[in-house]
Nanobody, 129 residues
Framework: QVQVLESGGGSVQTGASLRLSCSVS????????RGWFRQAADSQAPDSQR?????????????EYSPSVKGRFTIFKDEVKNMVILQMDNLKNEDTARYYCAVHGGRGSFDSPAKYIHWGQGTQVTVSS
């Protein structure tokens, strides 16, 4: 059984950094591509429309980012710990959301939540001025 677990969320001020980690049991980190998505607490969108944040292929590259985070967020793999990391720098108020790690099913676009087959419960990130 595959289980996805996110950690590293918290409350920070604008301009600060956070590092989110995603561990998956039941799969090796190199087996499947991984993505990070987010959803604001007050979002009226269904879970199927979570906002794409970043993606990394099973080989560890290339990576893809949402335009809203490109240049500030970095996704990478820690092969030793079997984790995918999302390094978030220069955080902004609008980055406040619950962040979800997901395992891609192997086919389809990297930025569509529907193409991901395993999801974690998410970790909250709150950025305030």
């Amino acid at each position: 059984q595959v289980q996805v677990l996110e950690s590293g969320g918290g409350s920070v001020q604008t301009g600060a950094s956070l590092r989110l980690s995603c561990s998956v049991s039941g799969l090796a980190v190199s087996d499947y591509a991984r993505g990070w998505f987010r959803q604001a607490a007050d979002s009226q969108a269904p879970d199927s429309q979570r906002e794409f944040v970043a993606h990394i292929t099973f080989s560890g590259g290339p990576t893809e980012y949402s335009p809203s985070v490109k240049g500030r967020f970095t996704i990478f793999k820690d092969e030793v710990k079997n984790m995918v990391i999302l390094q978030m720098d220069n955080l902004k108020n609008e980055d406040t959301a619950r962040y979800y790690c997901a395992v891609h099913g192997g086919r389809g676009s990297f930025d569509s939540p529907a193409k991901y087959i395993h999801w974690g419960q998410g970790t909250q990130v709150t950025v305030s001025s």
